[in-house]
């Protein structure tokens, strides 16, 4: 039972570099998430999706993109990284009706240099 | 724009004590409200899930109380053991309704269980 899975789980990058964390749940759940974390900062939405060829922005957009081109799969882009989002990211996901618990992967630990 | 706080930030208590965590909120127009647990260098693991309706919750060791019109939930713990030791999250469901609604987060309380 696999659930949420992120890949890769540790990065390094250097300023201006792209890349592209992948997220994908196998519970056909409608509802997915990016999330990430910091010291004190706590959990902040990035940006999410409701269904398939559906996203909307969350609290902390700016310098990420995201597309859903399928349910199973919901990946966050980078387009030029900034030492600002050297953070921990966490991708989540949930049935889309009736009150259901949200889940989580095990994160990707980001490093931009 | 709702807002989540948990108090305290940090507990420390020796193994065997019952404890109480303590999550509030701004807007009481909530879908439901969920604790979750992580361990160092984990992801979230949800423990209870409070809808807007209910009162509280159990599982286990675990009992989650809601009361909405005051804005306010706890976290019970009883009989505490060092394997309880984590960071342990609220969030609120915005009530969009449906498929929509974020979760809203409060920032923890790192609970130390002493042997």
């Known amino acids: 039972n696999a659930g949420v899975t992120q890949t890769p789980k540790f990065q390094v990058l250097k300023t201006g570099q792209s890349m592209t964390l992948q997220c994908a749940q196998d519970m056909n759940h409608e509802y997915m998430s990016w999330y990430r974390q910091d010291p004190g900062m706590g959990l902040r939405l990035i940006h999410y999706s409701v269904g398939a060829g559906i996203t909307d922005q969350g609290e902390v957009p700016n310098g990420y993109n995201v597309s859903r081109s399928t349910t199973e799969d919901f990946p966050l882009r980078l387009l030029s990284a900034a030492p600002s989002q050297t953070s921990v990211y966490f991708c989540?996901?949930?049935?889309?009706?009736?009150?259901?618990?949200?889940?989580f992967g095990d994160g990707t630990r980001l490093s931009i240099l | 724009k709702q807002e989540v706080t948990q108090i305290p930030a940090a507990l420390s208590v020796p193994e065997g004590e019952n404890l109480v965590l303590n999550c509030s909120f701004t807007d009481s127009a909530i879908y439901n409200l969920q604790w979750f647990r992580q361990d160092p260098g984990k992801g979230l693991t949800s423990l209870l899930l409070?809808?807007?309706?209910?009162r509280e919750q159990t599982s286990g060791r675990l009992n989650a109380s809601l009361d909405k019109s005051s804005g306010r939930s706890t976290l019970y713990i009883a009989a505490s053991q060092p394997g309880d030791s984590a960071t342990y999250l609220c969030a609120v469901r915005e009530n969009y309704g449906g498929s929509q609604g974020n979760l809203i987060f409060g920032k923890g309380t790192k609970l130390s269980v002493k042997p």
């Open positions: 409070i809808q807007s309706s209910q």
């Open positions: 989540a996901s949930r049935g889309g009706y009736g009150n259901q618990p949200q889940h």
